[in-house]
């Protein structure tokens, strides 16, 4: 043969016959790699396939790039060094494109013989083994071998010791200790296998989801069910990252940011959703990306048919109030996904934050619903202790808007309790509790501004420390420790009124006089009383801190009861 003719006269310096091509293969050039002087010139002609290549018009040729990337992505050279232990990367190679070289598609592995043709009819995506012993009897280069087949759509060739790759490579080159006869073989059978797993699981996802859109399921079910058929995390948010569903728990398990620079493909796959939604199915393991990718398209389809039913079921009028109302309702031991799916059938904004607003009804509804339009998009909720509720969504943070009082005092200001912002309908029952709060102080006349946010601390002072023991026993306790006397003692509640405006004017007794509408006298009176049945005493500056905070705490509304 001409490979062997060439092999042997290597040092000779002889030329070999002019290159060639015949009706079934294709006779390559190559000029030989040594520091020969006599032979530097040299010519050696080899044969690389039996067939022309299907991709080629008569003669294989070399091709571009980005048609040899990954056209299905049914298995990669990624997948086998995920499956294959005892094969590594030497050479990622390389791309003038965006795509992974080690993304190629892998189809099925053939060995290169020494003798003409040196491989069978190439159709694409073969991983080629290169075995050193057969380089070597074919007397063409390793380096040669490896440039050729880069113009050719291979995936990629695998090598052993004690070839060396080249520094360069357009091709992926990976290793193994030795080329056996059986490992052609062995991980074409592997493929085999892989391929038959991919097929089952594809056909058990097309079911899962035919049974449960057949019974019109719920989104949150649907993620549920396929999450757990594939033993993978399944999550869906907004556009802006906003988590919708999730199957997963704990910040590690959430999508990383597009734009996060530490993020890689292989981590997360994604698909995109109508509505501004995204599809994120992850994160996977190495082992696992083949089944991730092969279902993602059927995952997608079959989760956005639930949404559409979710979005064309959703309620409306009355019935949309109610659902809102029942998001407001303590949520013990509802899962995280199943508030989503109510929030979403009830038409609530996802991936927006919430607030919670109270307001007092009939008490200038009109000017209260102005206001908390300023503030988002307001949507009805029902009544909460007999207030108004509503739920307003932000699609970005706001400047609060300074309520100005009016000078009639004919129009008292209405007064309005708003919780903090929270991220997801599965807090709305914590947002509920913080309105509530507020409310209560509003009704006692405890916070006297007309519009209370929670998050305003200087409005709130003290009050808002104690709301994080509110309804304590804790609480309790330190009030009974510190004033439960007089409490028991003063059944109207005149004398812990009048502690509590001396304590806070600072002991000054002219002004808590005025502002009690009651002769000093009268104060002298009471605070003697006051004096007679607390162990502290309120005209010491080291007792006054701790004795206004229990009074506070004392007049503080009833709490509501805790979640079981």
């Not at 056996?180 to 594809?202: F, Q």
Request: charged residues 25%; proline residues 7%.
């Amino acid at each position: 043969m001409a490979e062997l003719d060439a092999l042997h006269n290597r040092r000779k310096g002889q030329l070999r016959d002019p290159i060639a091509e015949g009706p079934n293969c294709t006779i390559i050039e190559a000029r030989k790699w040594q520091n020969d002087d006599d032979a530097a010139g040299d010519r050696i002609p080899f044969r690389f396939s039996s067939e022309n290549h299907r991709y080629g018009a008569g003669t294989i040729s070399r091709m571009d790039r980005s048609s040899m990337t990954s056209l299905n992505g049914e298995i990669t050279l990624r997948d086998l060094l995920a499956w294959e232990p005892q094969v590594r990367v030497l050479r990622p190679g390389q791309s003038v494109t965006s795509d992974d070289p080690l993304d190629r598609d892998l189809e099925w592995v053939v060995t290169i013989r020494s003798s003409a043709p040196m491989l069978p009819a190439l159709r694409g995506g073969e991983l080629v083994l290169m075995p050193h012993r057969v380089v070597m009897e074919s007397g063409v280069p390793l380096g040669m071998l490896i440039a050729e087949l880069a113009g050719q759509p291979v995936a990629g060739v695998v090598i052993d010791s004690p070839s060396t790759p080249p520094m360069m490579s357009q091709l992926p080159i990976l290793s193994v200790p030795a080329i056996s006869n059986d490992l052609e073989g062995e991980i074409n059978r592997l493929l085999t296998s892989r391929r038959g797993d991919l097929l089952r699981t594809g056909a058990d996802i097309e079911r899962t989801i035919a049974d449960l859109s057949a019974r019109h399921a719920r989104p949150g079910e649907v993620i549920e069910s396929l999450a757990q058929r594939l033993g993978l995390g399944i999550t869906i948010t907004t556009g802006t990252g906003a988590i919708i569903f999730s199957t997963r728990d704990g910040a590690e398990f959430r999508p990383l940011p597009t734009d996060d620079p530490d993020r890689t493909d292989a981590e997360w796959i994604t698909q995109s959703l109508l509505g501004q939604r995204v599809l994120w199915i992850g994160p996977i393991a190495a082992h696992q990306r083949a089944i991730g990718r092969s279902v993602a398209r059927r995952l997608r389809d079959g989760i956005q048919r639930a949404l559409d039913h979710a979005d064309a079921t959703a309620p409306h009028g009355s019935a949309r109030v109610q659902a809102l109302n029942a998001l407001l309702q303590p949520m013990a031991g509802k899962p995280a996904e199943h508030v989503a799916a109510q929030a979403l059938r009830a038409g609530l904004p996802i991936g927006t934050q919430l607030h919670v607003a109270l307001h007092v009804n009939g008490e200038r509804e009109a000017d209260a619903r102005r206001r908390l339009a300023s503030l988002g998009t307001l949507h009805d909720a029902g009544t909460i202790d007999g207030m108004s509720a509503f739920i307003v969504t932000d699609g970005e943070p706001r400047a609060r808007t300074v309520v100005v009082p009016p000078t009639s005092t004919s129009m008292p200001p209405f007064k309005l309790a708003v919780s903090e912002a929270v991220t997801s309908a599965h807090f709305l029952p914590q947002a509920v509790r913080q309105a509530r709060f507020i409310a209560g102080l509003q009704r006692r006349e405890l916070v006297r501004a007309g519009e209370v946010h929670f998050d305003d601390r200087v409005t709130l002072g003290a009050f808002r420390l104690l709301y994080d023991r509110w309804g304590t026993p804790d609480l309790q306790r330190y009030v009974d420790s510190l004033i439960g006397h007089l409490l028991r003692e003063d059944r109207r509640g005149l004398l812990r009124e009048t502690l509590r405006v001396y304590l806070e004017h600072g002991g000054a007794q002219r002004p808590t006089a005025e502002r009690l509408g009651i002769h000093r006298n009268t104060l002298t009176y009471r605070l003697r009383q006051i004096r007679s049945v607390l162990d502290l005493d309120p005209d010491d500056p080291g007792s006054r801190l701790g004795l206004h905070l229990a009074l506070l705490a004392s007049e503080l509304p009833p709490a509501p009861p805790a979640e079981p």
